[in-house]
């Protein structure tokens, strides 16, 4: 055998063996059956009422009801990357990595980062579990821009980025973000940063979001408390497909959640995404979430506040909505819980828009549109989510959580 030939057979096993990190495909592959994943959280919200009467500390929330009983999850961290459902469900994160400890809440060099800081942790190639010394407030110098399968965890400490540019995931794969207060966001300058312990340039301005997920797959972002940025709080655009945006805390906000770039956009088709367990609270305005294109599962949320309308969408997206309350706002100009965008009631009408199992209360209604009951949406619906008048015990503690060491969380 030649050497050029051994090169190539090295180069075949090796990339068998290491897992790639950093950029990713441009092309998604959806799930072909996207009705499978809502029946797959269906069974998993039915698993966890069974076991009420076992698990003393068990909500029917089976995110939580994963990890929450375990009084030793300190040190049984990544067993939380085991716990996601819905179309983020594979997202692992840095499960596979070491811990690192963030013991420096300074950011002071977008480019050279100092080792202990979150940048510095989050642009390493190697899979890695991020975890914070103690309490901090981290006010980033430009956006944070993070390299594929890692872990953000909140969970022991109070963490805070707030107070300028937030999370960026841009062509990466397999991150959790979970137990961390994200607020106050504001945009970027076009600014030299890092991206990898090997690569760095120049980023264009930022808009201010939250967590802003552009051209990534298998995303998860869990338990953590977003308000008041710039742009959105979570924003998925660019082909981002397999996320699950769950047990979230959201306030004070005008443009809540955009899952999808534009009407002209069309590899937003594929994009998949769950939505459970949050808690859409005070101060809202509108896009709870606004959607384009692609297939949405809004299950077993509480909306308690908006002021526009809670869920919307245009370019004819798929929105099934399961056992979420909805209580609308007093101005009877609003009580519409949805909004059909940039079409005309003869195009929005075919959209496949439904509503099962939801509270409505304070006046608040659905419009449905589509095709009727088919045949997938019944398979769907043969495993029901969990009651909506029970939404509030599955969302009590949604949001950033106070985990202490030695004790449940």
Request: aromatic share 8%; proline share 4%.
């Amino acid at each position: 055998m030649s050497k050029s030939s051994d090169l190539l057979m090295f180069l075949f096993f090796f990339s068998l063996a290491v897992p790639h990190l950093g950029e990713v495909s441009s092309s998604s592959s959806p799930v072909r059956n996207p009705e499978a994943v809502v029946e797959e959280v269906h069974k998993s919200i039915n698993a966890s009422r069974r076991n009420l009467g076992y698990l003393s500390c068990g909500t029917g929330n089976p995110i939580d009801d994963c990890w929450r009983c375990d009084p030793n999850w300190n040190t049984n961290r990544q067993r939380l990357a085991d716990c996601a459902i819905g179309f983020g469900r594979d997202a692992i994160g840095g499960k596979r990595g070491r811990i690192y400890v963030v013991s420096d809440s300074g950011d002071d060099d977008p480019v050279n980062p100092k080792p202990g800081t979150l940048r510095h942790a989050v642009i390493q190639d190697e899979p890695l579990w991020i975890i914070f010394k103690r309490d901090m407030v981290i006010q980033l110098k430009e956006e944070l821009v993070m390299n594929s399968y890692k872990t953000i965890d909140g969970r022991g400490a109070s963490v805070h980025i707030a107070n300028g540019p937030c999370i960026t995931i841009h062509y990466v794969t397999n991150i959790i973000i979970h137990g961390v207060h994200i607020h106050d966001c504001k945009p970027g300058t076009y600014s030299m940063i890092r991206d990898s312990p090997h690569h760095y340039g120049w980023w264009r301005v930022s808009d201010g979001d939250g967590v802003s997920i552009f051209n990534s797959q298998h995303v998860w972002v869990d338990h953590c408390s977003l308000s008041n940025c710039r742009d959105g709080l979570i924003d998925a655009i660019h082909g981002s497909t397999a996320i699950t945006i769950s047990n979230n805390y959201m306030t004070h906000h005008d443009k809540v959640m955009l899952l999808g770039h534009s009407d002209s956009y069309t590899q937003d088709k594929n994009m998949q995404v769950t939505i459970a367990f949050n808690h859409f609270g005070e101060g809202l305005v509108q896009r709870m979430p606004r959607c384009r294109h692609g297939y949405f599962h809004v299950v077993n949320n509480d909306y308690t506040h908006w002021e526009m309308y809670a869920i919307g969408g245009s370019a004819s997206p798929t929105i099934n909505s399961q056992g979420n309350r909805f209580l609308a706002p007093n101005d009877r100009s609003s009580k519409e819980v949805t909004k059909h965008e940039h079409a005309p009631e003869s195009e929005w009408r075919t959209w496949n828009w439904r509503s099962e199992g939801d509270l409505m209360l304070n006046g608040a209604y659905f419009r449905q549109s589509g095709a009727g009951a088919s045949s997938s949406y019944a398979r769907a619906f043969s495993l029901s989510a969990r009651p909506s008048s029970l939404v509030g015990s599955m969302t009590v503690t949604a949001g950033a959580l106070n985990c202490r060491r030695g004790s449940r969380c």
